[in-house]
């Protein structure tokens, strides 16, 4: 059975930092794109960054450009997402996904989803 799982949110107060991870059980991330995106209340779910699966080709939303990082360790089947200099319109549900495509921000281009974890950052 294919699977994401997401982990590494929570409660972080404005300033803060958190690391996200994306683990897959069932198959091998190496040849997918991965892709994170979040959704906040009443809002659409928006790409956030996503990377290929070599890792030369990494894409942000304009929102985090200088304080997110995606990264990914293809031996232990994982992919992060460091979040620093984090504010309260960051708050939201974080999701992976991961695709065939190409490294863009559109959910669309996205086979496989995880649960989410959440991410909430208030004072």
């Known amino acids: 059975q294919l699977q994401l799982v997401e982990s590494g949110g929570g409660l972080v107060q404005p300033g803060g930092s958190l690391r996200l991870s994306c683990a897959a059980s069932?198959?091998?991330?190496?040849?997918?794109?991965i892709g994170w995106f979040r959704q906040a209340p009443g809002k659409e779910r928006e790409g956030v960054a996503c990377?290929?699966?070599?890792?030369?080709?990494?894409n942000y939303a304009d929102s985090v450009k200088g304080r997110f990082t995606i990264s990914r360790d293809n031996p232990k089947n994982t992919v992060y997402l460091q979040m620093n200099s984090l504010k309260p319109e960051d708050t939201g549900i974080y999701y992976c996904?991961?695709?065939?495509?190409?490294?863009?921000?559109?959910?669309?281009?996205?086979?496989?989803w995880g649960q989410g974890t959440q991410v909430t950052v208030s004072s």
């Open positions: 069932g198959f091998t991330l190496d040849y997918y794109v």
């Open positions: 990377i290929s699966s070599s890792g030369g080709s990494i």
């Open positions: 996904a991961a695709g065939w495509g190409s490294c863009i921000l559109t959910r669309a281009e996205y086979d496989y």
